[in-house]
């Protein structure tokens, strides 16, 4: 299975601005971080001559060789036990799963090895590799292609766990990833692969902090990866019926920045989280729970959470009812407590 798009990779080594695809600006995070470093390798299933199914990896092994990136056999709990065996030694592989559910395979390995080896050598031995990880749906893929495991990986430590929405994102904190001590999960939205936005390579990113992607006084949605684009779209709508809407990107699910949640959420005193993740024992759970115990005091209703649903991941032809669309953020919002003389304010 190939899915293709049609930019193509940067091959300078200098820093460049410009408009590409969150697929052009992950290739070139990977580019500029094996050129960089040599202790990096990118190795998965058709990462190599093919180019990974998104083409991610368009045209590394061709520009790096094979023993910077390569493939392996279709064996994911081999792929992570070998980054595994590498990242002990002194490397800094980046493994792709290639689909989201097919990182299950591997699963053992991220728990019991990946996550935990830091701890079990009090920090003598660390893990820095980094595993992408396509997920998400909205490509009209089918069982086991399309999925949301956001939170078997964020309730898990020892993994650092962060998902961009943008392609300047997608390369500062890809790069950020592959430069830490310490293994992260990247997770890669599929729907915005082709998404497009101006990237700055000079930029850096630190993982653990969020984003304010749109400033707004009367309500937070607070989501992340593919969703926030749509909670920017539901702020748009939302803004045409006169209410100002604040968007923040969570951009790292694991470590959160409760900082810069808690203080968007108290200057609005409304909240909704959304994700395509199914609600019940949720990353968007957690968040809620969070925002209650910070906010309490500040709040003018209850936080609201749209989500997918509680069942397993939708067919292609329904999948368009199972992910959360600006509609229904609005008919969260429409929920909240609605009081004109309702302020904001200290306790």
């Known amino acids: 299975m190939t899915i293709a ?22 290739n070139r995070a990977l580019a ?7 202790e990096v390798v990118v190795f998965g299933e058709d990462v190599g001559a093919l180019g ?30 070998t980054a595994v065996g590498m990242a002990m030694n002194g490397m800094r592989p980046v493994v792709e799963m290639q689909f989201d559910a097919f990182a299950l395979p591997a699963f ?32 009209g893929g089918v069982e ?52 497009k936005g101006k990237v700055d390579t000079s930029i850096t990113a630190e993982i653990g902090q969020a984003r304010i992607a749109r400033d707004g006084t009367d309500v937070t949605v607070l989501a992340y990866a593919a969703m926030v684009p749509v909670a920017l779209e539901a702020a748009e709508i939302a803004a045409s019926e006169g209410r100002s809407l604040q968007v923040i990107d969570v951009r790292s699910l694991s470590p959160f920045d409760d900082a810069t949640v808690t203080a968007a959420v108290r200057s609005t005193g409304r909240a909704v989280v959304v994700a395509e993740a199914p609600g019940y ?16 005091e ?37 929920s909240l407590h609605w009081d004109d003389d309702a302020e904001v304010s200290a306790p």
Not at 14 to 25: C, D, K, L, S, W
Not at 32 to 38: H, M, R, T, V, Y
Not at 166 to 172: E, G, K, L, V, W
Not at 313 to 323: I, Q, R, S, V
Request: hydrophobic share 40%; with cysteine; charged share 20%.
């Open 32 to 38: 500029d971080a094996i050129a960089e470093d040599p």
């Open 5 to 26: 798009h049609d930019d193509t990779r940067i091959e300078s080594p200098q820093h460049v601005v410009g408009t590409m695809t969150m697929a052009a600006a992950l």
């Open 298 to 334: 500040y709040l003018l209703a209850p936080v609201r959470r749209v989500t997918g649903f509680d069942t397993p991941f939708a067919p292609p032809k329904l999948e368009h009812w199972y992910l959360p669309d600006a509609d229904r953020i609005l008919d969260a919002i429409d």
């Open 52 to 81: 990974g199914v998104f083409r991610i990896t368009d045209g590394l092994a061709e520009r790096f060789g094979e023993d910077r990136c390569f493939d392996t056999p279709l064996a994911e709990s081999g792929i992570v036990g």
């Open 144 to 195: 086991h292609h399309c999925d949301s495991s956001e939170a078997y990986y964020a309730h898990t430590p020892g993994l650092t766990v962060v998902a961009p929405s943008t392609p300047q994102d997608a390369y500062s904190l890809l790069r950020a990833a592959i430069a830490s001590p310490d293994p992260v999960v990247f997770l890669e939205p599929k729907k915005l692969y082709w998404s």
């Open 108 to 139: 053992e390995q991220v728990v019991s090895h990946v996550a935990k080896l830091g701890n079990r050598t009090r920090g003598a031995v660390r893990m820095p590799m980094v595993i992408r990880i396509p997920f998400g749906g909205g490509i």
């Open 281 to 296: 024992v949720s990353v968007a759970g957690e968040i809620q729970a969070r925002v209650f115990e910070r906010c309490f």
